[in-house]
C-alpha cells in the first residue's frame, strides 16, 4: 500500500500538473470561442456597412454625378471589402482602404449644401455612423477576448498548453470608424 509522502508525491507531480493543464486548455478553448464569435458581430456590423454604402454613393450620384471617379472607387472598395475572407490583419487592410474612400467621400459632400440638406442623405450618414459606431463597439470587444486569450496563451505555463496542443496566436483588428458626428457646441455657451 502507498503511504501518504508517496501519495502527495504522486499528487504534485502528475496529477495537480494534469489537472492545471487541462483547466488552462479548456480555458484556451473557451477564449478562442469567444473571440470568434466576437468575430462574427463585427462581420455582421460590416456587412451592415456595406449595405448602406451604395445607397449613400446613389443619394450622392444626384447631386455629384461629376464625382464619378470617387463614388466608383468606394464602391469597388467596398465590393473587394465583401469578397476579402483572409486574416484579420489582410482584412483590416482592405477596410482601411474603405475608410478612407469614404471619407473622401465626405469631403466631396461638403460642396454640396444641397445635398448635406436633403432628408434622405442626412438619414443614410445617421445610420452609417450609427454603423461605424457599432463597429467600433465591436470591434473593442473582440481586441478584448484576443488580449485575454494572448495574456494567457503567451504567459507561462499557460504557453506550455497553447503551444502542446497548437492554439494559434490572433491579431487584433484596428479600424477607423468611416464618419463620424462632430457634437455641436452651439448653445453651450450661450
Known amino acids: 500500500m502507498a503511504s501518504t509522502e508517496q501519495l502527495g508525491i504522486i499528487f504534485f507531480t502528475v496529477v495537480l500538473p494534469l489537472g492545471y493543464g487541462i483547466a488552462t486548455y479548456n480555458y484556451l478553448v473557451r477564449?478562442?470561442?469567444h473571440f470568434?464569435?466576437?468575430w462574427s458581430n463585427i462581420d455582421t456590423e460590416l456587412k451592415r456597412r456595406y449595405d448602406l454604402i451604395p445607397l449613400l454613393v446613389g443619394a450622392i450620384k444626384g447631386y455629384a454625378a461629376h464625382e464619378r471617379e470617387t463614388l466608383e472607387r468606394v464602391i469597388q472598395l467596398r465590393n473587394d471589402c465583401m469578397e476579402d475572407q483572409g486574416s484579420v490583419q489582410h482584412q483590416e487592410g482592405t477596410e482601411q482602404q474603405?475608410?478612407?474612400a469614404v471619407k473622401d467621400l465626405m469631403v466631396v459632400v461638403e460642396s454640396y449644401p444641397d445635398l448635406k440638406a436633403d432628408n434622405n442623405f442626412m438619414q443614410l450618414q445617421k445610420e452609417?455612423?450609427?454603423t461605424e459606431d457599432r463597429i467600433q463597439a465591436a470591434?473593442?470587444?473582440y481586441n478584448g477576448n484576443v488580449?485575454?486569450?494572448r495574456?494567457?496563451?503567451?504567459?507561462?505555463?499557460?504557453?506550455?498548453?497553447?503551444?502542446m496542443f497548437n492554439f494559434e496566436s490572433r491579431d487584433f483588428f484596428n479600424i477607423e470608424p468611416a464618419v463620424r458626428v462632430v457634437p455641436s457646441i452651439a448653445g453651450v455657451f450661450s
Open 31 to 33: 477564449l478562442r470561442n
Open 128 to 130: 452609417l455612423v450609427n
Open 36 to 38: 470568434d464569435d466576437a
Open 139 to 141: 470591434r473593442r470587444f
Open 98 to 100: 474603405l475608410v478612407g
Open 151 to 163: 495574456n494567457r496563451a503567451e504567459s507561462f505555463p499557460g504557453n506550455i498548453v497553447a503551444n
Open 147 to 149: 488580449r485575454d486569450y
